[in-house]
């Protein structure tokens, strides 16, 4: 008998089997539909011998220490600042915009006071930010938001961005200074093996086995286990009773060049150029050296696997019925960016994972309390 089901191998999974295992020497079976562990985070070495990540670039950055230190009882780091440049008018620009990214693009020599005082005079104030048009065009103007962001939203989303809530393009800040950084959290490093390393000693201790390329229904009847920790999409499990939660997809296209490098940076964007949205070259982000280079385009979908859930109104109308019925649901646990509907990145999923582990503590206390007959004083 096992004491946790773990229905999928990503961070939410593999933190709370770790956990569970670990601390409390519970019994796990973690199950994954896919052929590894890892899930969106996953890498692998390419057909050239490139470390790559397949499911598109994969970059760790977090303001938490707990996260942080949790997450480096199993690797070590490679201190990595991430940068991207976006295409535009012809150029290849800082972004998020800062100074250099205007003064490049109009030719001009501005300081940081004179580009507050720009963005003053181009924004559009809003009384009340709600959606991701009003986030940029209240900032620097409608201008840039063409350039920069309408199109790039139109493409990764399928919709304007006047129709996505205000947390999707909030996710980039806008500079008056000079920080080309993608990120500011005060850790920032990539895993110095990889990811799949990295989940290979998260998962590695005698009271966890791992079963990939199954999906839970098929064994849930057949294997017998007191609790389930479910990670997949929320709408899946309950057979998409109160209809789908839209889940934009992507696919992501890889290619190995005969040149050792292929780009000016990590990742560069295409608001308004292209069918992808943005280009990835790996080496930048694992340090390897190698006579080739790899790269992912990433090409936005309506169809296929769900990657991102799409942050409007009516998705969160749809998911608070889901997300009543699973706190109704008695022996699962939902936890991670599916199965809470939620535009996480890996330290958030990690941070949440934690957080649900000291719930079942305290409530495995509760109950260990009750068993033992002893009574409740609150
Ligand atoms: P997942 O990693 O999706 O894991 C869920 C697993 O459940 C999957 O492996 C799936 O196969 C499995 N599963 C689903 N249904 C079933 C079933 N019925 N039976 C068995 N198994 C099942 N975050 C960052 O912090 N930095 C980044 O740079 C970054 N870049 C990203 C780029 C892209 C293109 C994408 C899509 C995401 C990115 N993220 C990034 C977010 C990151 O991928 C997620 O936060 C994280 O992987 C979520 O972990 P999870 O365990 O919740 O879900
Ligand atoms: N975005 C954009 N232009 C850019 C970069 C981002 O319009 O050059 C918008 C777009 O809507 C994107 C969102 O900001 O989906 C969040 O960007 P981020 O880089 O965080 O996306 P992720 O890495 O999660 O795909």
Known sequence: MFDYLIVGAGFSGSVLAERLATQLGKKILIVDTRNHIGGNAYDCYDDAGILVHKYGPHIFHTNSR??????????????????????????????PINLDTVNKLYGLNLNSFELTKFFESVAEPKEYIRTSEDVVVSKVGRELYEKFFRNYTRKQWGMDPSELDKSVIARVPTRTNRDDRYFTDSYQAMPLHGYTRMFEKILSHPNIKVMLNTDYR???????????VYTGPVDAFFDYRFGKLPYRSLEFKHETHNTPIYQPAPVVNYPNEHLYTRVTEFK???????????????????????????????????????????????????????????????????????????????????????????????
């Open 218 to 228: 098929e064994i849930q009847d057949v294997i017998p286990y007191r609790e389930m």
């Open 284 to 378: 930048y982000l694992t340090g390897q050296s190698h006579g080739k280079t790899s790269i992912v385009y990433e090409l936005p979908r309506a169809e296929g696997d769900p990657y991102y859930p799409v942050p409007r109104p009516e998705n969160a109308e749809i998911y608070k019925k889901y997300k009543a019925l699973a706190e109704a649901t008695p022996h699962v646990h939902f936890v991670g960016r599916l199965a809470t509907y939620k535009y996480y990145n890996m330290d958030q999923v990690v941070a949440q994972a934690l957080t649900m582990y000291s719930n079942l503590i305290a409530r495995s206390t509760l109950e260990q309390h009750i068993e033992n007959g002893h009574a409740l004083t609150l």
């Open 66 to 95: 707990e996260v942080f230190e949790y997450l480096s009882k199993f690797t070590e780091w490679r201190q990595y600042e991430h940068r991207v440049l976006a295409s535009v008018d012809g150029q290849l620009l800082p972004i």
